[in-house]
């Protein structure tokens, strides 16, 4: 199979996020970034099709921090090619950012081969123009299915299950090539050690797929970006692990738990 | 602003769902603030006996030729963007929900209009429309203007009342025929929620872990306060992901809503996608290392600690006061 897995980078939320002087995004001084959860499902989901069924894994990503790390360690997993477009992600919104992958989509083979499967995640933490998969999908001409959590390739087709809630899913069938929007893979996430990926950046190359930049970065104006205020905030606990816990008793009988 | 606000209602196996109400009541406020009128489009088999629930909107279209069950993302968008013609509507609502995924997406390319993803919530100011998003799992927000009131805003589901959104009124109905391509992407069938050895959704007592939980074997720390509780382990989807506790625990967007007495939110930071499922909940009690967590702010009560040096200490403080 063609697989083609779409990696994004988005600010790591544990750390904490602040808003930068201009009032509208994030402050970039203290930010970590992390490759985007679903997208992380992605590659498992490529690379587990790949060992079934043959084929070659490339990732895709534009050009944001510490993505360098990630394709090293996409290739230490086993994907075979890692491609960046030297495009500064921070700086798209997901139309743009659809629109510069779907032209190197384009470049890579037009129609695309009948065996190529597409594989963004199903969405990202600030996806606030909407997500990649439908607009690649749209921009390719290609069926889209999103919140994938399973993928079962046949002759020139795609049985798929995505979910929908309350734990029920559903089964689709999807004519190949095809965009999906991984939620998350059959098996989780591997782990790959450190030595893996220290070869991998010794052995191993980025490669580096100039494509035009978009000509317009972002759809939406922002008029202000900020930390929310809650409504409310939880009656903080406080002292040793015993004391909270003495308290968290008397709170269970409160709420006849106990 | 547009003279006509579209809704896409939502249903799941022939039952309106409360997204539908949400957005209908967040509709019905900005077609009054602006004088436009709300008009909602249901699709599929079942639609016609399902638009009567709808009576917040002036009108209800509904198309329920057999192949809208769960049609592909592309044929609905396809279906809103001849309605909008047909209506003069500029201003669609959808769910950001697994249901609808993609369709806002689609539509705002086909239409050329702007899409709002994530929003939790929507005023109609000076022709306009300022939408408030949720980015960065809760932790940010944007406001953002749509400054003719026209596009495509994703509306997210548990942020606005649902009972705005009901009238004992029975709306206008009218059919509607849409256009259907032959589909790339056909419905085969449900598969049905995995039944684990507990309903978690009939739980008094919820333990629920997030990725502070840190490894699979923590977990038994968890199960043994459930255990003297009477209650159940679940999780967030992380945890789940990781194959440390059955889909049947998984609680949020793709899995369970609860209501328990008391959910314990262990390790679990608060993204809206786990707060949609556990938010309903009579008293919830979060522990996490974060004090910035926004589970924090939803939260009865809270502590800044690690669970896994509560979690035995509140094991036996519990056991004791069982005797």
Not at chain 1, 170 to 186: K, N, R, Y
Not at chain 2, 31 to 46: D, I, N, P, Q
Request: negative net charge.
């Amino acid at each position: 199979m063609n697989l083609y897995v779409l990696l994004k980078m988005v600010p790591d939320t544990v750390e904490e996020l602040n808003v930068a002087a201009d009032g509208k995004s994030l402050d970039s001084e203290f930010l970590r970034f992390k490759l985007n959860d679903p997208d992380e499902h992605a590659l498992e989901q490529a690379l587990l099709l790949k060992e079934k069924h043959g084929g070659k894994v490339t990732v895709v990503t534009l050009d944001a921090p510490e993505v360098d790390d990630v394709l090293f360690t996409a290739l230490a997993k086993g994907a075979d090619r890692a491609v960046k477009l030297p495009v500064n992600q921070a700086e798209l919104g997901t139309v743009a950012a659809a629109r510069v992958l779907a032209d190197f989509l384009k470049a890579e083979a037009t129609p695309l081969p009948p065996d190529t499967l597409v594989l963004p995640g199903s969405y990202a933490i600030d996806d606030l123009e909407g997500e990649l998969a439908p607009l690649l999908a749209t921009a390719l001409e290609l069926p889209y299915v999103g919140v994938v959590c399973g993928i079962a390739p046949a002759e020139g087709k795609a049985t798929v299950r995505k979910e929908f809630a309350g734990g029920l899913r559903g089964e689709f069938e999807v004519a190949l090539p095809a965009v999906l929007g991984i939620q998350s893979a059959d098996k989780p996430p591997r782990y790959v050690p450190v030595a893996k990926v220290r070869a991998a950046m010794k052995s191993a190359r980025i490669e580096t797929v100039d494509v035009p930049p978009p000509d317009r970065p972002r759809q939406l104006e922002l008029e202000r970006t900020y930390k929310p205020e809650a409504a409310g905030h939880a009656e903080m606990l406080e002292g040793s692990p015993e004391e909270v816990a003495d308290r968290l008793v008397e709170i269970l009988v409160k709420n006849s738990a106990i | 602003m547009a003279n006509t606000i579209l809704v896409l209602a939502e249903q799941l196996r022939g039952e309106v769902t409360d997204i539908t109400f949400e957005m209908l009541g967040a509709g019905r406020k900005l077609a009054e603030a602006s004088g436009s009128s709300l008009c909602a489009v249901l699709l599929g088999a079942e639609a016609a006996p399902l638009a009567a629930k709808l009576g917040a909107a002036d009108k209800v279209l509904v198309a329920d030729d057999a192949p809208w069950d769960l049609a592909p993302a592309d044929a609905v968008a396809g279906a809103l963007e001849a309605v909008m013609q047909q209506t003069q509507a500029g201003l669609v609502l959808l769910g950001c929900t697994n249901v609808a995924a993609g369709i806002g997406s689609m539509l705002a390319v086909k239409t050329g209009l702007p899409l709002v993803n994530f929003c939790r919530a929507a005023k109609a100011e000076g022709g306009g429309v300022v939408c408030t998003s949720q980015l960065f799992g809760g932790k940010i927000y944007s406001d953002v203007k749509l400054a003719d009131g026209k596009g495509v805003v994703c509306i997210y589901p548990g942020a606005f009342p649902v009972d705005a959104g009901k009238r004992d009124q029975a709306p206008p109905i009218e059919k509607v025929d849409l256009p259907v391509a032959a589909p790339k992407v056909t419905f085969k069938q449900y598969l049905e929620p995995e039944t684990g050895d507990v309903d978690i959704t009939k739980q008094n007592v919820l333990v629920g872990v997030g990725r502070g939980i840190q490894t699979q074997d923590n977990v038994e720390l968890a199960e043994e306060l459930a255990q003297v509780l009477g209650g159940a382990v679940c999780a967030s989807r992380p945890v789940i992901d990781q194959g440390w506790l059955p889909l049947s625990r998984q609680v949020g967007k793709s899995g369970m809503t609860v209501k328990p007495r008391v959910y314990f939110a262990l390790g679990i930071s608060g993204a809206p996608e786990h707060w949609e499922g556990m938010q309903n909940s009579q008293c919830i009690i979060a522990v996490n290392t974060d004090a910035k967590a926004p589970i924090f702010d939803g939260a009865h009560y809270g502590v800044v600690g690690d669970v896994l040096e509560l979690l035995p200490a509140l094991t036996e403080k519990v056991k004791a006061k069982k005797g």
